[in-house]
């Protein structure tokens, strides 16, 4: 089990954040802290199996001397500590006499995160995904120094896509319509996406103009497929909506329009 540890250099530059979680754990000297901190804007940080995905990670620091710099900020799993993630380069900006904002930029190429950990016994890239941690040392200007652990909180992702399908077209007015559609999510160790099997998705309809609402639901297969059947009574859109998990992005497919006659 690794960490990739980043080494920050300040700069100048304009960040925002949020409060996200206290430092668990930290050790240091003086009265510097990291008092707030957000990530990838508060979102999560969703990785598919081709583009490199790039993320921030901003950090509120205090001293009553002012902020001299990030020493150094590291991300990674919190339950297994893997962290496959580079470092691009930091920047601060003054905001008062005590306080700067310091925004690390990151990123994490999918096409190594399987070699990452190869090294490992029973290694899985895709347990990269998760609840993800922020560790950082900040230093001020009068000498003071904290090590600050778990300062922020955010989710790592896998991407899915979804589809949907809706036949026949157009449907006689009474008629049964059949909608399918794949459920699928990036896997890491080929870099492909797979069926994601046993997971339940919402059958989603709505007029022309109107909004989404849900018809009923249904269970992904053995192929990531989803089957269900509706009366047609109007014609609309149909699609499948996918509420994601911990470790997999939620997704919503494209609609199908569908003539009622």
């Known amino acids: 089990m690794c960490r990739r540890i980043a080494v920050l250099a300040a700069a100048g530059a304009v960040a925002t954040a949020v409060v996200v979680a206290p430092a668990a754990h930290a050790e240091g000297r003086g ?3 990291v008092t707030r901190t957000v990530v990838n804007g508060g979102s999560n940080v969703i990785v598919g199996v081709t583009n490199v995905k790039k993320f921030t990670i901003a950090m509120t620091i205090k001293d009553n001397s002012g902020v001299k710099r990030v020493h150094s900020v590291s991300a990674f799993n919190r339950t297994n500590g893997y962290g496959p993630v580079d470092h691009l380069g930091t920047s601060c900006k003054k905001v008062s006499t005590t306080t700067s904002v310091c925004t690390a930029t990151m990123q ?3 096409a190594w995160i399987d070699s990452y950990g190869s090294g490992n016994e ?3 890239a895709n347990a990269v995904a998760g609840t993800w941690r ?3 040392t900040v230093a001020a200007n009068d000498g003071d120094y904290w ?3 778990a300062i922020g909180l955010f989710k790592v992702k896998r991407a899915a896509t979804l589809t949907t399908d809706a036949t026949p077209e157009p449907v006689r007015k009474g008629g049964t319509l059949t909608v399918t559609g794949k459920l699928s999510r990036a896997n890491w160790t080929d870099l492909k996406y797979h069926a994601f099997t046993k997971q339940v998705v919402k059958l989603q309809y709505k007029k022309p103009g109107g909004a989404y609402s849900t018809v009923k639901t249904a ?6 497929h989803l089957r269900a059947t509706v009366k047609a009574t109007a014609s609309g859109s149909w699609r499948w909506a996918f509420l994601g998990t911990t470790t997999t992005m939620k997704v919503v497919s494209t609609g199908d329009a569908v003539t009622v006659k």
Not at 219 to 224: A, E, L, Q, V, Y
């Open 147 to 149: 090590i600050s652990d």
């Open 134 to 136: 922020v560790d950082a």
């Open 122 to 124: 029973g290694w899985d």
């Open 108 to 110: 994490i190429d999918p």
């Open 219 to 224: 269970t992904t297969d053995s192929r990531g």
């Open 31 to 33: 009265d510097i802290r």
